[in-house]
């Protein structure tokens, strides 16, 4: 079973800022949270990765609750390219990525 | 970060046969993976591609059906053997070049069976 929960689906508007929600309640101390985007028939893109402090890369920003329970990847000025599916998934200790359902951005014009 | 190199990119294959996929990495990676994308859903591991040992298999995917090599860090394939219309899939290489860059995905092998 997924490990995390997202939403099935979201829009946005261009040129304003989209945060994606990610809940994973039974993150262990160990767990990596990533975060990989695929575009219309491509292979999923790396987007940011944390553990426990937030942070920053030129492509989004990913907030992450005190618990670690859940986060939020932020993307701050949304264009019609970050229209994709948007995986939230924690990467265990084996190093594996197990990928969830994901969550479609629509980013409307 | 890792270019990956997937080949074929598609191919249509006649039920009952096998289908080797190519996955080429331009630098020595420790760990390859390898998955699988039905149509209109989310990626499914198949495999961990160890070098110098067998792969190890997620549950539901057995190596009769899915053998892998890895013959050095830098190259695996994937066999999709005696295929039915179910195999019909995307599947995808990935590596783990290092913490900082996370995981590359190569651009998959569209499969169809027919």
């Known amino acids: 079973d997924a490990k995390t929960t997202q939403p099935n689906s979201m829009e946005s508007n261009e040129e304003e800022p989209v945060h994606l929600p990610c809940n994973h309640s039974t993150i262990s101390g160990t767990d990596y949270i990533h975060w990989y985007r695929q575009l219309p028939s491509q292979g999923p893109e790396y987007v940011i990765h944390?553990?426990?402090s937030n942070v920053n890369n030129r492509m989004a920003s990913l907030a992450i609750a005190e618990d670690r329970k859940s986060s939020t990847l932020i993307l701050h000025r949304a264009t019609l390219r970050d229209a994709a599916v948007y995986y939230c998934i924690l990467r265990d200790e084996a190093e594996k990525l197990v990928f969830g359902k994901g969550m479609k951005l629509t980013v409307n014009p | 970060s890792a270019v990956i190199s997937q080949k074929p990119s598609r191919d249509i294959c006649q039920r009952g046969t096998s289908l080797t996929i190519q996955c080429q990495v331009d630098?020595?990676?420790?760990?390859m993976f390898w998955y699988r994308q039905q149509p209109g859903q989310s990626l499914t591991l198949i495999a961990t591609a160890n070098q110098g040992s067998e792969a190890t298999y997620e549950s539901g995917f057995v190596i009769d059906k899915f053998p892998i090599s890895r013959p050095n860090l830098t190259f695996s394939t994937l066999t999709v053997s005696n295929m039915s219309p179910e195999d019909s899939s995307i599947y995808l290489c990935s590596v783990a070049t290092d913490f900082v860059r996370g995981y590359t995905f190569g651009s998959g092998t569209r499969l169809t069976v027919v």
């Open positions: 630098s020595q990676v420790t760990m």
């Open positions: 944390g553990l426990t």
